[in-house]
């Protein structure tokens, strides 16, 4: 499986826009900060949610631990961050606890431990956090922390693919592809790794180019294989690239031009 965003990609602050500076002087530190970071005042918005955080706010100590971790507002501070992340994390935020797992298993603020981040996804998890569904299914299917479990890692797929994950869509698309754990089902696969690739995702274009390459789950088409390839293959997508050079070079498909940061077509 193809290299993923493990990272929380939409913060829930966003979603408290209506507060107006007019009212600041109304508002807790907390919903200044919210109203700072989204007029993009990162600086102002670091320290009101860092007065925020020293009560017992778990959501500002996550969003300081979110900026702290990225430098955002403020220089980088990994270890500042996995403090306020942890705090966050052992009040019960979802979010944060999700952070938590993400940074075990990427093993750089802290050293690698996938028990310490299987324990921080599943709690995300069952919080209804995507993207921790997303990785502790991965662990489950690699047995990186848990024991391997095939069963598990299709519940929790299928769980971040009802949230419109896309990564998830893609492995939950491979499991009915290869009929792991579930009965194989081609049409499902395909129709999985459509959706993925309607939202732009290359690796989806590059697998239904695969299923119609091979005849499986559609009628065997090699030119509409290349134009998923093709498409694929102009978004940098590798693979697509390499089986373009095949393809070309037997004289199945055309050859496309490519910028270099693409990648290579021969």
Known sequence: MKQRNLWLITLLLLSMSS????????????ELGIEQYNSENYTEAYQSLLKASSGDNNQAQFLIGHMALFGIGTEAQPKKALKWLNLSAKAG?????SYMGTIYLQGKVVEKDNKEAAKWLLLAAQNGVAEAQNNLAHLFINGQG???????????????SEQDLVDAKLSLGLMYEQGIYVEQDYAK???????????????????????LLEGHGFKKDVEKACNFFTTAAKLGFQDSINNLNILIDQGTCQPIKMNTHQGQML
Do not use: D
């Open 146 to 160: 848990v024991e391997p479990s095939a069963e598990q890692a299709f519940k929790w797929f299928e769980k971040a």
């Open 93 to 97: 935020n979802p979010n944060a606890q």
């Open 189 to 211: 696969a395909a129709e999985l790794y459509q959706t993925a690739a309607k939202k732009g995702a290359p690796q989806g274009m590059h697998n239904i180019g695969m299923m």
């Open 19 to 30: 507060i107006s500076l007019a009212e600041s002087l109304k508002t807790t530190p907390f």
